[in-house]
């Protein structure tokens, strides 16, 4: 993996959210950064996870650092 100086945007912790509310929330966040911003998403599920991966794909942004730590994912999403 390439290693980015990223200067993380938000933090956004969607644990307690399912299906289409992290999306809204993050959608959002990610139309405000700007290139070499991040945006860290804290996810309480592994198909929370992949919905999110298949839509920031699918809107053109990358996942550039992917983590599970006790049943929790923490994606790091840029432009």
Do not use: H, R, W
């Amino acid at each position: 993996m390439i290693k980015m100086s990223l200067k993380i945007y938000k933090k956004l912790d969607l644990t307690g959210q399912s299906c289409a509310g992290p999306l809204g929330e993050l959608s959002g966040v990610l139309e405000e950064i700007s290139p070499g911003e991040a945006v860290e998403a804290i996810l309480g599920d592994e198909a929370t996870k992949k919905d999110v991966v298949a839509f920031v794909t699918k809107k053109g942004y990358k996942v550039v650092s992917e983590k599970n730590e006790g049943g929790k994912f923490t994606l790091v999403i840029t432009k």
